[in-house]
């Protein structure tokens, strides 16, 4: 079975950091692009980074560029995403998503539309 699993959500103060994962089983990350998403309360899904097959490529939307690190780790089949300088409005569901096929990361963040593969999500709240 194929899926996705996010994890290291919680509630960080302001100016905080976070390091959130994202572990797949069933099938191997380094196949795929990997973007990863968030959705605040009452708004739309937001594409936030993504990270190309290879590792060499990265995209990050503006409102999070120089806070946001997305890498992969190939030998623990998984992709991080690290948020530092944390601001309330970065509060929403965190999600990871994998495409293969139609995606890329050559010139911004990978739209959801093109993903094949979703987590479930994780929760970031900042808050003080």
């Known amino acids: 079975q194929l899926q996705l699993v996010e994890s290291g959500g919680g509630l960080v103060q302001p100016g905080g950091s976070l390091r959130l994962s994202c572990a797949a089983s069933?099938?191997?990350?380094?196949?795929?692009?990997i973007g990863w998403f968030r959705q605040a309360p009452g708004k739309e899904r937001e594409g936030v980074s993504c990270i190309s097959t290879s590792g060499g490529r990265t995209n990050y939307a503006g409102s999070v560029k120089g806070r946001f690190t997305i890498s992969r780790d190939s030998a623990k089949n998984t992709v991080y995403l690290q948020i530092d300088s944390l601001k309330p409005e970065d509060t929403a569901v965190y999600y990871c998503?994998?495409?293969?096929?139609?995606?890329?990361?050559?010139?911004?963040?990978?739209?959801?539309?093109?993903?094949?593969?979703w987590g479930k999500g994780t929760l970031v709240t900042v808050s003080s």
């Open positions: 998503a994998a495409g293969r096929a139609r995606a890329n990361c050559l010139y911004s963040v990978t739209p959801g539309s093109l993903m094949d593969y």
């Open positions: 069933g099938f191997t990350l380094d196949y795929y692009v």
